[in-house]
């Protein structure tokens, strides 16, 4: 930070989860704010501390930076041992930040029923990058990186045996990944919209009632969307979550202050909407029972890479490249690897948040050693860059082309979604880097390169070929199941630049 200190030097008990709050806290001004009474001969302020018994009560002032207990690590100061519990650490992200985090000193537990398997094995699709059972992977864990990992397979919907997990580890914090994220997904029929929604919000309110009775300290970083906001026609920024303070409502010659209202939310999937409602149900959880959260609004990510799951072939996190499960840049790669025309849909001048996989897992660190104080719901917009699909596709055709001696196309496809192709975006990021000291590493040609040098293994190549029937759209939001038409195929650099760009507002 711009003063020499760690991000979250300045904390206090407030935000520790290692503090239990003993009376005359006053929390009613929840949600965003706290009210403590006063204090007086009989109306002390009193914390324990569940670390160091000898404190006894006290004062809830120390702060980290003083604290013997929080220690100081690459990404601020981070709790001993800090316990972090994994919901879906079997998926792309969940093993990724796994390996990463018990690589670097947490004790990580976490929970996966397989369910991201099973959906990319309906849709008679693999994952490109070859990764082992669970079982193998965590042997793998042990002997590669030394480290182990207490995970259980068990459905997020499944209360009893989550409820007796978590009161067997009590988290210090919690890593909510464990949804069905695919918006075509969600849309091929009434069976698949019901299931996403009833996986993602049902699983996230069981597991707001469980914090609530056992760990009501322990803070939830919550995975939602950018797709949450849409992408507004008036270019209006897209605020973290809420609107800020100086946010003003004008409406018949009167106005009214915003600051602290939810934004307005505009999904454009019944996936997404499965997303809004959990924000909703957080926000709540926060209001009415102190809890505390963040609500990760996460652009796109791509790519392959930490040192850890580059570590040994066991270890590597899956990536999919099918209609359903496939997100932009890594399809994309892998329709580059196979000499298939990159496909964008519609005009691809859709402006996205996107980041890459390495930068997400620092920011979710950074996030998990600064937890918000009792009953704080925050929001943060976790991206590195904002980008066409367009001009993505052209620079995945020119590291290709250059770096790996392909000669990747691209091709426009009848768009099989129901989006705004051209639009202005502003996103507001700036909660990230300026107030957790998140400063992106990875740029996209960097982390492009490194997935087709992981993707042209001949190994994996075969793997590519295997599947190439599923990478065309069908499932169209109409519902219609129709392999979408395409409109032009051309040759990277032929087009000229132009339209909206996306303004990204860090500061
Ligand atoms: N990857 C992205 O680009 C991206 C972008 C924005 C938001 N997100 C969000 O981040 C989270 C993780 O994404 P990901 O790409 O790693 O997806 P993923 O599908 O690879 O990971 C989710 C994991 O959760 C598991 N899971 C799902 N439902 C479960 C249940 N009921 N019980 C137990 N386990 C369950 C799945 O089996 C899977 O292993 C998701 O919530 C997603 O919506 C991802």
Request: hydrophobic content about 35%.
């Amino acid at each position: 930070m711009s003063d020499g200190k760690l991000h979250n030097a300045d904390n206090t008990c407030w935000n520790c989860p290692a503090a239990k709050f003993r009376g005359n806290v006053d929390f009613r001004g929840c949600g965003q704010s706290r009210r403590i009474v006063p204090k007086g001969e009989d109306k002390q302020l009193m914390i324990e501390c569940r670390r160091r018994d000898e404190l006894g009560h006290f004062e809830p002032n120390i702060t980290f930076e003083q604290c013997p207990e929080w220690e100081k690590m690459e990404y601020g100061y981070m709790l001993k041992n800090m316990k972090v519990m994994i919901l879906g650490m079997d998926g792309y992200l969940g093993w990724t930040l796994s390996l990463w985090l018990a690589n670097r000193g947490f004790e990580v537990s976490g929970i996966d029923d397989y369910t991201r398997r099973d959906c990319v094995m309906e849709k008679g699709s693999h994952t490109v990058v070859p990764i082992p059972r669970m079982t193998k992977k965590l042997e793998a864990a042990r002997d590669e990186l030394d480290i182990t990992l207490n995970f259980r397979k068990m459905d997020l919907n499944d209360r009893k045996k989550l409820r007796e997990f978590i009161e067997e580890v009590k988290p210090e914090s919690i890593v909510h990944y464990a949804e069905i994220p695919s918006p075509p997904y969600s849309m091929v029929d009434a069976e698949h919209a019901i299931e996403v929604q009833r996986n993602n919000v049902l699983g996230t309110l069981g597991l707001l009632h469980i914090m609530r009775d056992v760990v009501p300290m322990t803070s939830l970083l919550k995975l939602g969307t950018m797709g949450e906001y849409g992408s507004p026609l008036t270019g209006r920024p897209l605020f973290e979550g809420l609107f800020p303070n100086d946010a003003i409502l004008e409406w018949n010659d009167r106005e009214w202050s915003l600051g602290g209202e939810m934004t307005p939310r505009d999904p454009h999937s019944f996936y997404h909407v499965s997303k809004v409602q959990d924000t909703y149900n957080v926000y709540e959880a926060c209001k009415y029972w102190w809890l505390r959260s963040y609500d990760i609004m996460q652009g796109i990510i791509y790519g392959v890479h930490t040192d850890e799951v580059a570590a040994h072939p066991d270890l590597r996190t899956r990536l999919d490249y099918d209609e359903w499960f496939g997100t932009v840049i890594n399809r994309f790669v892998t329709q580059a690897v196979h000499g298939i025309p990159l496909t964008i849909y519609g005009e691809g001048e859709q402006i996205r948040g996107m980041i890459a996989l390495q930068d997400a897992m620092e920011c979710m660190t950074r996030l998990i050693v600064s937890p918000p104080e009792p009953g704080q719901y925050d929001v943060v917009n976790q991206v590195s860059g904002l980008h066409k699909i367009k001009d993505v596709a052209e620079t995945v055709a020119e590291v290709g082309n250059e770096k790996f001696d392909l000669d990747v196309t691209i091709q426009r496809l009848e768009n099989p979604r129901v989006e705004a192709e051209k639009h202005p975006m502003e996103v507001v990021s700036r909660k990230l880097p300026q107030e957790h000291g998140f400063d992106p590493k990875v740029s996209m040609e960097k982390e492009v390169e490194r997935m087709f040098d992981l993707l042209t293994k001949e190994e994996i190549k075969k793997r590519i070929k295997e599947k190439k029937h599923v990478i065309m759209p069908r499932t169209r939001w109409s519902g219609e199941k129709k392999e979408s038409g395409v409109l032009e195929v051309y040759k990277p650099g032929e087009k000229e630049k132009g339209g909206y760009e996306g303004r990204l507002d860090t500061e």
